[in-house]
């Protein structure tokens, strides 16, 4: 990912609709999680689905209803979950 920046002998000399263009797009892409971290979230959650044959969805279920041990693994799982969903990040 490209590193954004603002230099402000630069910015100086923009119209102020113009600055306020630059800042607005520098703070959305502060927000936005990095794809490589997003991606590697996403591949570390499936290789679990994998593993226990069961969705995401279905781990939750069974553990809301303490219906699923609570083993490292599990823990693991419900903390990736929760980070991907602190983060925003829509799943299909």
């Given at each position: 990912?490209a590193?954004k920046?603002?230099?402000l002998?630069?910015f100086?000399?923009h119209?102020?609709?113009?600055q306020?263009d630059r800042?607005?797009?520098?703070t959305?892409?502060?927000?936005e999680?990095?794809?490589?971290d997003?991606?590697?979230l996403?591949?570390?959650i499936?290789?679990?689905?994998?593993?226990?044959?069961?969705?995401?969805?279905?781990m939750?279920?069974?553990?809301?209803?303490q219906?699923?041990?609570?083993?490292?693994d599990?823990?693991?799982?419900?903390?990736?979950?929760?980070?991907?969903?602190?983060?925003?990040?829509?799943?299909?």
């Open positions: 990912m590193v920046s603002i230099r002998s630069d100086a000399g119209s102020a609709s113009e306020e800042l607005a797009d520098l959305r892409d502060c927000f999680p990095l794809n490589g997003v991606q590697d996403n591949r570390r499936a290789g679990y689905e994998t593993r226990y044959e069961m969705s995401s969805v279905t939750l279920m069974l553990y809301e209803k219906d699923l041990r609570e083993t490292e599990v823990c693991d799982w419900l903390m990736l979950l929760r980070l991907r969903e602190r983060l925003g990040v829509k799943t299909s």
